[in-house]
Every structure is written in structure tokens, then in C-alpha cells.
């Protein structure tokens, strides 16, 4: 493979002959690289690869997309190498063979289909797991929301539909499930109400109560 990244010229190909053509004034840059795919590793039907094992694809394209990018962070990491520069060429190397195959691939090949439903598993996930981890101070929607890259209404009716509860009534939940746990350990009552993000102790005994819990006071 090769990629013309500066100046100006012309490509001919004919057959297994390619001839580059350029003025000296405006010389072409050009970067060459190959590699072997080993197609046995590859998923079944239509995909990226399909630019690169396709008998009709073309021999030259316009579609660079990161190749630039990619080709030069190689070079970069060849001119200087620092401590993880195996990691990095590894990494550098298969976005290189990826986007050389996007770029002669047809648009059917890279067609992909999103699955909402997972995509919104998994925002709730991230939500309910920043619940969980922040049991013990104050939290608003709008910072759960932050955690899922949501506004905040949209992640508020997001996360009713999913886990079929409003995102306070679980927090609320899950500070009085915890609480119950620390009870167990006979820490006063003052401090557990501390712990799950009540300031006072008559709240917490109430919505403890209210779930269902029994204290000893």
C-alpha cells in the first residue's frame, strides 16, 4: 500500500505496475506499508475486510480518513521511542490495517447496526453504579445524568423505563439497604444515618422504617 500525503503527481496502474509521476517543485510525499491478513480470523459476512479481499474494489482512493493520522503517530513512535511504544505500535498497527481497508471497502461493507436497547443498558448501568458508589453524599440528577453523558430528563425517563423505578426512589433504596448492612454492625444510629447522606437521625429512622427495617434504639 501506499499513500500520497503531499505535493502532487499522478498514478498509473497497469496491471501489477504502478507508475508515480511528480514535478521536483511539488514532490509527492508518499508512506508505503503492507501487511498479511489472515482471513481465517475473520467474522462471517460483510465487513471492513471486504475492502481489501474483494476482487472489484478499486486500486486507488480518494477515502484517507485517519490514515494520515495513523501513518504519521508511526512515524512519531519509530523517531523517538518511549516506554510503552510496543503497546502503542500494536495499537497504531491494526487502526492501519482497519482504515486501509475502509478506505477501498464499499458502503454496504461498513454498514453496521446499532442496537439501541444495548446502548441504553448500558448508560443505566453507569448510572446506577455512580448511585451505588456515592451512597454517602449528596447527589442531584443532573450528576448521575453527567456519568451517562445525558440531559437531565432525558436520563431521569431513561432509567425509570429500564429498571421500572424513578432514579431518587432507588437511591433511596439503596442508602436504606445499606444502612441496614451497617446497622448489623452496631454502629449507632446517628452515624449510619451519617453514612447514607442523611444529616439527621429522625429522617433517616423514618424512611428506614417506611422500607420495611426495624431499629433498636
Aim: aromatic share 6%; hydrophobic share 45%; charged share 20%.
Amino acid at each position: 500500500m501506499c499513500l500520497a500525503y503531499a505535493g502532487s503527481g499522478t498514478f498509473t496502474v497497469e496491471g501489477e505496475v504502478h507508475e508515480i509521476v511528480s514535478r521536483p517543485e511539488a514532490g509527492l510525499g508518499i508512506a508505503f506499508w503492507g501487511f498479511a491478513l489472515d482471513t481465517t480470523a475473520l467474522p462471517e459476512g460483510p465487513g471492513w475486510w471486504d475492502g481489501l479481499l474483494r476482487r472489484e474494489r478499486p486500486l486507488v482512493s480518494p477515502r484517507l480518513g485517519s490514515l494520515p493520522a495513523i501513518v504519521s503517530a508511526l512515524a512519531a513512535e519509530a523517531a523517538s521511542p518511549r516506554s510503552g511504544v510496543d503497546a502503542q505500535v500494536r495499537a497504531l498497527g491494526s487502526a492501519l490495517v482497519i482504515e486501509t481497508a475502509r478506505a477501498f471497502a464499499a458502503p454496504e461493507d461498513l454498514a453496521v447496526t446499532l442496537d439501541p436497547g444495548a446502548r441504553a443498558t448500558s448508560a443505566v448501568a453507569a448510572m446506577r453504579g455512580y448511585l451505588a458508589d456515592n451512597l454517602a453524599r449528596p447527589i442531584r440528577v443532573e450528576d448521575v445524568a453527567a456519568v451517562a453523558h445525558l440531559s437531565d430528563r432525558h436520563a431521569a425517563r431513561l432509567f425509570g423505563q429500564e429498571t421500572g423505578t424513578p432514579m431518587i426512589a432507588e437511591l433511596r433504596r439503596l442508602r436504606l439497604e445499606h444502612a441496614a448492612r451497617l446497622l448489623e454492625s452496631e454502629r449507632p444510629v446517628a452515624q449510619v444515618a451519617r453514612e447514607c447522606s442523611y444529616p439527621e437521625s429522625r429522617p433517616f429512622i423514618t424512611a428506614f422504617r417506611a422500607l420495611g427495617g426495624t431499629l433498636h434504639l
